[in-house]
């Protein structure tokens, strides 16, 4: 197990830097660094940043199966940096879509929100995620007590949105979305595993032999 400073000084800013890389990469790209961003760069940046977003969104869910697999707290202490970045990526990808692919035409924005589907369920996602970032702070979780957790349960229904969001506007091949469907029903599945064996366990108490 990591000490505390290792965590840190080590696996923090290590965690830090991976997840601020694929933002790295893309800001040479769009400067004429590496591969180009191709004849629709708009398309390019939107797919990009909605891609990290979910992976992000993925990897903070999987910081509590990693604690149950583990049997050990830390991988929580990640937990909080990993959502924070999955919410700036949501941000640049909704930034992207307000700024470079509508370009502020606040009707025709709207006319998508309200009218095409898979625009409606990545809007509610996105915004499902908003008070979960201003309440990730200590201050917030302290003074909001249990109800912050039941707050923060909101990242699932999030997270399941904007999977549907990502499958609802693939076109031709649907597996990478179905890659990452696959992985929210094992990070879901195992912590609903984890909690109906601990109410076993509680009402059956432990088992002596
Ligand atoms: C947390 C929220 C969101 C996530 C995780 C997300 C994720 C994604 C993903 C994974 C893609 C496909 C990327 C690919 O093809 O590789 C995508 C595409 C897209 N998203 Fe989102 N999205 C979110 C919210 C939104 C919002 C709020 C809007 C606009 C109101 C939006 C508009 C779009 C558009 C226009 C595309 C591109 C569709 C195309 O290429 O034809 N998304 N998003």
Sequence with gaps: ???????????????????????AWIGLRVIGFGPSLGPNPVEVLQDEFGIWTLRLL???LAMTPMRYALGKAWPIRFRRMLGLFAFSYATLHFANYLVLDQQFD??????????????????????????????????????????????????????ILVCWHFWWQVKKDATEPLI??????????????HNR?????????????
């Design 58 to 60: 993925l990897a903070t």
């Design 180 to 193: 990452y469907v696959g992985l929210l029903i094992l990070l879901l599945g195992a912590r609903l595993w």
């Design 106 to 159: 606040w009707a025709l924005i709207l006319e998508d929100i309200l009218d095409r589907p898979f625009i409606t369920v990545g809007f509610v996602g996105l915004m499902l995620l908003v008070p979960l970032a201003i309440t990730s702070t200590r201050g917030w979780q302290s003074r909001l007590g249990k109800r912050w957790i039941r707050l923060h349960k909101l990242v699932y229904p999030a997270t």
């Design 1 to 23: 197990m990591p000490s505390n400073r290792q965590i840190r000084f080590f696996l923090k800013p290590l965690v830090f830097l991976a997840c601020t890389a694929p933002l």
């Design 197 to 209: 064996r601990g109410a076993r366990v509680k009402t059956t108490g432990p088992t002596t032999s």
